[in-house]
């Protein structure tokens, strides 16, 4: 058995070893092939990478990508246990700003805004940026809340609502509410055991799962995790360039019983999140130390690095062939237009999300939610709604029953949500996700009881206003822009002898 | 007679007593059955409770729900100064942020925007808790006032103001002028008065008040505080699940002189208002901690507990009923569209109230006025409007007699206000509600003049623009969702070496 | 001769003495009559009130209105410097936050908005409130400059701006821009010269006065002030209850050479402006204390108290009237509606102001501007624009040449300006009128050649672009309303270990 | 040789020398004519003006103006070096905030924000006043950038975007996207190497440069520093009053292979922009000091002293002059209205830039995103677009890739960028220019996949939703204004004994 020491001694671009799993490899050869760049490796050379590289690689990865003669077999744990000690002095990482024994109690968490202020200070820095980036100026990700907000209700009274149900049935499966939980990617960076928190908290709460081509879990794992058999599963695709993968991908993932398959169409590329790259700059100094330095790295975050096998070519024309390959549901995820709503369903596809990938591909998308309201009514003019057979989902933005409740007034079957439970686990595991549903339940009830619908049914179009759903009046964007305008300044402001004064008043004008 | 030291030793779940008004009750068997949780009692196991059970409980709550002999007899009052001194040290609860004796003289208050401003600091944080929170997000609680903001005037001019009238009838009723107290609950929250203060204001001032179901006080106690026989009240009500107790709530009313009947019909179950709920967390410690103890009491707030009776099922087919055992005039209480309007209207109800519960109901419910700029018109086209025998109420957010003009103007018969009047008793008793209310009639007096419009039937509706009012451009929330999202990082904010750097940067830019 | 030490002696209620301009008074019987209230004077029994009474009183006012046997005669002036001293330390009074050899040079000043933030240190806080203050929550104040930023231009190009023209005729009257100085109370109060300062600059300048009623100087000294006989002056008039008195103010202004008579309409009583208001209560102790002293002196700020002699009765008919008793063309100011322009047009006046009083009056009221955009159209359509011997004005938030521009191109002949002037001699004098004048010519000749308009006749409407000018979307006003609303808590916020850590969140939220 | 102790010697208005490039001069009779004022001169009599004279004097200035024998040829080098040192402490100038070796790594510029962000600390406060500013409010500068937050993208998918060509043609001339850099006066501000910067960024990005008349580097300069004989400049003309200088630069521009003529036509006068002007007051004391002292110079920035030569008389007549001059293409740079875009297009003009000179100008002027959806629509509709003689162009405010596709989508052939790349090189010269727009280009290829365009000319209008473009709902702008309007007062606020209590109150308000 090795022993650590050795490994540490391969610590250079000429002879880079890591530790993975308590494995030594010998990655120098495979350096400049690494889609996350070589720097990154190089950090860890000699070193045990197993904390940095278990939630952006599913298992397997390493086996999969190294030839076996460059595993050079167990590191002997005794004096790993040294090496990782030295690591921890050596990383000086910014943590949380939370300890784990301060963590709020769950039961604080009154709606899934608290899972989100919670896990900003549970979740390392690397992961909150991860997970909370979005493209370019955040501009679509927060108008994906803020939509819901030029949606009004108009509520009915007298009606019976002592009964309230609000379970449903999606694809032809029944759950228990208009919610499922959608794909997301890097599940390990926020709790050890990934997305299987959500696997094991949507099967006790009888919500349909969507498993992640990106998961950190393995695609079986996930499936494992069902709470029991009839847990219903779907799976959303990344399409391989290489199609024989996907193929392999498809075919298993209906043999394990996955019961549809969501198509990813408006990620033909993984997007620019400035808030993520900004973290890979941890370790760059200042400009005059760089000078002298290796080029930087330009790393543009963890999706890009581990996106690069998606096929920007998926057309149209693909869509038989995936017909000819499963029987699972095909749906259209990632639909933004009325004209691609009609053509797949056209197509006679069994459905499509309204999504823009959580505000983090195109900034300036609109939201999922003005999407609908837009593509029902031109799916109805061609007789196309409402259409048992194909159904309309949305997500982006959903924090509130209130949102999903719009939603299914405007012609939506279900929505998905996604960061929320990620945040959900990451502070309190499968059961902060578990209550994260709750609380919709219990706003649901109350929310279905004030506006007298005892029943989905009952949630109809006139219930809501939305008239000014589709006025964007912003005018300089609250993010990168707002930061870069000045105040003016004025007389007071730049008299010669007036330091003071404007002290003086700019603290009475804030009075 | 027993002393404190007894019924102190009876201080656990297994043997647990409480003093009320005192007198010594054993609780032991209620306590899994009380309505608002049975953490809130063992707080009080062996103590004086009154304090806390006063302002949630009308009088003789605690008859009608124990059996006699749970009543142990009166404490030694004695030994119960001791005690009352040993649980002021033992609780050590928050305060209000200001002390009795530094209240700014009511007479500094010149609007009820101020009434509110000193309540803030009067109230203990719980009372202004539950006064003052909303449903959800509080975007229907803000927007209450916000949608004043969207209706301007059209004043005329060279028209004989000297004398100004505003007075006016509401069903039949002669009042000072187009505003009667609307119904709230919990009213010694504020003051050891409650709603009495209500009462004897309103009658100084000939201004009508509308009895709550959930008054502090007893309905008998709101009756006889009336300063004289011919002060008008109306009542508000809850309908029981059991329609029995209903009925004779009606009758004794009537009985009582009580002159209409206002139905609530926006409230089958009380709303979730977070701040409240938060408030209930009060002694939850850390998570570490907390998983040693019982489960958190997932208590609700305080309305919540008190609600359970409120008959869900309540709807148009049970109005004949109503109408069977009572002569009073009946009114709906909280509509929101105009297709209910109209079907009360049809159904020969005598009124309405436009109203959203303050915005503690469903929040994105619409604002009162806005809900009015639907109703006329369509109640105007049936031929509905005007019509002196079914008169349009609207409540949620006034706060100035222009708020009052616009509802006049638009064709609502009087507008209710709740919040604002508790405010002002909360800190000056019943003097502060009568000068709140002769605050707004200065206001009235001033701006019917400035409007050209000696009398309420001047006030017409070409004197609004009221184009603007059903625009609803709100972003992002100002609220749940602001507090998530992040100000977006630069270059400068993430320099290695930029941290007091970026800190003067964003002093200038504050400059 | 009396001594100093005599008069200080009746300074109770019983016998109060006050010495005006180095003359005693008895106004003992005087005090309950005193429209601002007897509380004010007797803070000064006494003592020397100058200083406080000259800005609100014009010339003769004391004499007019106390028997001339309360006249005590004059006080030795040696005794008096000792009282005046003596005065100095009693009153601590708040007095300016700048000190006056620290006044920024003029030159600095580069816009209008300059001199406001330079008065608001150079006044008085009391004299600030009373100039700067608008009714109710100030939302119409605020819309006057705001209205502003919804026109934009439509600037042509290679037009030949080499020579630029802004010179007008208002009423006939030649004047350098299309521009007046509008008529503004209480002008001692910025300034020992008050109004002069007004008149000398128009005069400098070229451009016309309107002396109001209210000045602090008398109406002869306004007139006398010019700086040649060819200096045109207009009058603006408060109409007395008392015809006579009106009769012979009129009469007098015409001849002593005033050219227009400006009636206010919008006026028939005078606003709450409850920052002046709060001025008033300075030496309000707390409420402990007050409930032993006399009542508080409701007084209601400056204004209120000198204008109980206007008439709220004024109507059209009384304008018949007017133009029997003058030959000056007669323009009535404080039009808020199509519906009186027409009417006023129809009536053969001379011409109509679009004002809103500078947001003193009615909140809520639209800005004259937006005013002007809805009844140029409705004169046009019943061939009543364009009419030279019926012209249009506006007031009410000009602060740049860009501004008055918009008004020219949508139909007025000219606008008027009050507060900047005001607040420009408050620091510099009848010199910073001037500047102030100087300033805008800059910008107007910058602007037109900017438009490609050489003269103001070629600043046609085709120019700006009003179509946002009638979309009012304030949510909750930005005054008094927002400060009520607390912004919403978390599960971070209210943990019950989470003080500091709250702190930190709340820190880093600001980044 | 002249020693500098002589040269010193002449410092006071009666002789007046100075130093430029190692060269006295006398400019004592010049001191009255030179256009920015003599005081400027002043500040450096008997001293080295070099640094200060450079960035706004393009080469040769001084001896085009000076006669020869004003110039006293060489000052000795070694005596000069002493006198440098002693102006560096004389100056004590206020400098940049951020040392030049401790500005962040150009890799951390992730976008042209960042750029911006970064030069605001690194450039000297004048430098950066000049660059920075805008027109009065700075409303149209502001609104340029906002005017993007109200277009929207409709995206479509399931294209093959594994290609992406974003190369372009403007004026026939290839570059390697919609994009060149446009005209910016005193590029020498930023950086020493002026706008040879932007030069050479352009020709290694294949990018068209517009060389500005009024650069701080020469004509020759820029076209020499080319990177190759085969790079494209285009040449934007400020028009000389006297024609024959026109015609010779003009000539000039050609013969040196200039291959198109931006005439700019929105700057008959260069504007007044506050924040510039404030600059010039540095060194003005307070205003006891003033009243002593000579008149202060009413220095209105920087470019108001060097543009007193363009000619406001230009019209649409002087067009055919310029074709007479010229072959090259002839573009007007600031079209502002549809009127005047159609005028251009019937001339036969080769094409219009929709502008606003950067809110530099007039303010309240659109944005030229905003002209652009006016233009285009009307051009259609008289034949006039599209047509590929005729291209429009649009500049301001552009800051994403998501910007200029929009206008590409909208019909321009291109957009022009400035002030950002001014900033690029302030911090990290050419380099830094080359990596803003590296970063365009990244943006670029990424956007437009996931619009599912693979080519500019799938860049469709249908891909935008321009609706609420013409919305202009600003209230109060945020600039001049808003920082007049103070808070309201509450009845907290100004209770005699509340200075604590508000205190207390505000943080509270502030949790």
Same mark, same amino acid.
């Given at each position: 058995?090795?022993?650590?020491?050795?490994?540490?001694?391969?610590?250079?671009?000429?002879?880079?070893w890591?530790?993975?799993h308590?494995?030594?490899?010998?990655?120098?050869?495979?350096?400049?092939?690494h889609?996350?760049?070589?720097k990154?490796?190089?950090?860890?050379a000699?070193?045990?990478?197993?904390?940095?590289?278990?939630?952006?690689?599913?298992?397997?990865?390493l086996?999969?990508?190294?030839?076996?003669?460059?595993?050079?077999?167990?590191?002997?744990?005794?004096?790993?246990?040294?090496?990782?000690?030295?690591?921890?002095?050596d990383?000086?990482?910014?943590g949380?700003?939370?300890?784990?024994?301060?963590i709020?109690?769950?039961?604080?968490?009154?709606?899934?805004?608290?899972?989100?202020?919670?896990a900003?200070?549970?979740?390392?820095?690397t992961?909150?940026?991860?997970?909370?980036?979005?493209?370019?100026?955040?501009v679509?990700?927060?108008e994906?809340s803020?939509?819901?907000?030029?949606?009004?209700?108009?509520?009915?009274?007298?009606?019976?609502?002592?009964?309230?149900?609000?379970?449903?049935?999606i694809l032809?499966h029944?759950?228990?509410?208009?919610?499922?939980i959608?794909?997301?990617?890097?599940?390990?960076?926020?709790?050890p055991d990934?997305?299987?928190?959500?696997?094991?908290?949507a099967?006790?709460?009888?919500?349909?799962?969507?498993?992640?081509?990106?998961a950190s879990?393995?695609?079986?794992?996930l499936?494992?995790?069902?709470?029991?058999?009839?847990?219903?599963?779907?799976?959303?695709?990344?399409?391989?360039?290489?199609?024989?993968?996907?193929?392999?991908?498809?075919?298993?993932a209906?043999?394990?019983?996955?019961?549809?398959?969501?198509?990813?169409?408006?990620a033909?590329?993984?997007?620019?999140?400035?808030?993520?790259?900004?973290m890979?700059?941890?370790?760059?100094?200042?400009?005059?130390?760089n000078?002298?330095?290796?080029?930087v790295?330009?790393?543009?975050?963890?999706a890009?690095?581990?996106?690069?096998f998606?096929?920007?070519?998926?057309?149209?024309?693909?869509?038989?062939w995936?017909?000819?390959?499963? %029987?699972?549901?095909? /749906? #259209? *995820?990632? $639909?933004?237009?009325?004209e691609?709503? @009609?053509?797949?369903?056209?197509?006679? +596809?069994n459905?499509i999300?309204?999504?823009?990938?959580?505000?983090?591909?195109?900034?300036?998308?609109?939201?999922?939610?003005e999407?609908?309201?837009?593509?029902?009514?031109?799916?109805?003019?061609r007789?196309?709604?409402p259409?048992?057979?194909?159904?309309?989902?949305?997500d982006g933005?959903f924090? %509130?029953?209130?949102d /999903? #409740? *719009?939603a $299914?007034a405007m012609?939506a079957?279900a @929505?998905?949500i996604?960061?929320p439970? +990620?945040y959900?686990?990451?502070?309190y595991?499968?059961q902060?996700?578990?209550?994260?549903?709750?609380?919709?339940k219990?706003?649901?009830?109350?929310?279905?009881?004030?506006l007298g619908?005892?029943?989905?049914?009952?949630?109809?179009?006139?219930?809501v206003?939305?008239?000014a759903?589709?006025?964007h009046?912003?005018?300089?964007?609250?993010?990168?822009?707002?930061q870069?305008?000045e105040k003016?300044?004025?007389?007071?402001?730049?008299a010669?002898?007036?330091?003071t004064?404007?002290?003086?008043?700019d603290?009475?004008?804030?009075?």
């Open positions: 058995m090795l022993k650590y020491e050795e490994v540490a001694k391969h610590n250079t671009r000429d002879s880079c890591v530790i993975v308590g494995e030594a490899y010998d990655v120098t050869e495979f350096l400049p092939d889609p996350g760049g070589s990154i490796i190089l950090k860890y000699g070193k045990d990478a197993t904390e940095e590289y278990d939630p952006i690689h599913p298992p397997g990865t086996e999969q990508n190294l030839p076996k003669e460059r595993c050079l077999g167990k590191v002997d744990p005794d004096t790993l246990k040294d090496g990782a000690a030295q690591l921890q002095r990383k000086k990482e910014v949380p700003s939370i300890k784990e024994d301060k709020p109690p769950m039961e604080l968490c009154l709606n899934l805004y608290d899972f989100e202020v919670v900003k200070r549970v979740l390392k820095p992961a909150w940026a991860y997970y909370s980036s979005g493209a370019d100026d955040e679509t990700m927060r994906n803020g939509a819901f907000g030029r949606i009004w209700f108009r509520p009915r009274i007298l009606r019976d609502v002592s009964k309230i149900d609000f379970s449903t049935s032809g029944k759950c228990s509410m208009p919610l499922y959608t794909a997301t990617a890097l599940g390990k960076l926020g709790h990934g997305e299987k928190n959500l696997t094991i908290a099967g006790k709460e009888k919500i349909i799962q969507m498993i992640p081509t990106l879990c393995s695609f079986d794992e499936v494992d995790a069902r709470i029991d058999e009839n847990q219903v599963q779907f799976f959303q695709l990344y399409v391989n360039s290489n199609r024989a993968i996907t193929e392999k991908i498809v075919r298993k209906e043999e394990r019983g996955v019961k549809a398959l969501f198509i990813t169409v408006d033909p590329q993984l997007g620019r999140r400035e808030k993520d790259m900004r890979k700059f941890d370790d760059v100094g200042s400009r005059v130390q000078d002298n330095k290796d080029n790295d330009r790393s543009q975050g963890a890009r690095a581990i996106s690069s998606i096929d920007p070519s998926l057309s149209w024309d693909d869509l038989n995936f017909r000819s390959i499963t %029987r699972m549901p095909i /749906i #259209l *995820k990632g $639909v933004q237009t009325w691609d709503a @009609v053509m797949a369903a056209e197509l006679g +596809l459905g999300v309204l999504s823009n990938h959580g505000g983090r591909q195109l900034d300036y998308a609109r939201s999922g939610i999407v609908l309201g837009e593509v029902v009514p031109k799916l109805r003019e007789g196309l709604f259409n048992p057979m194909f159904q309309i989902f949305v933005g924090r %509130r029953a209130t /999903i #409740l *719009k $299914v012609g079957t @929505v998905g996604g960061r439970f +990620l959900a686990y990451s502070s595991g499968w902060g996700v578990q209550h994260a549903i709750q609380l919709l219990a706003e649901m009830e109350m929310n279905m009881r004030l619908a005892p029943t989905l049914k009952d949630v109809v179009p006139e219930m206003d939305t008239r759903l589709y006025t009046t912003n005018t300089v964007p609250e993010s990168s822009g707002s870069v305008y003016m300044s004025t007389a007071i402001g730049k010669g002898d007036a330091a004064i404007a002290d003086i008043a603290k009475m004008s804030k009075l």
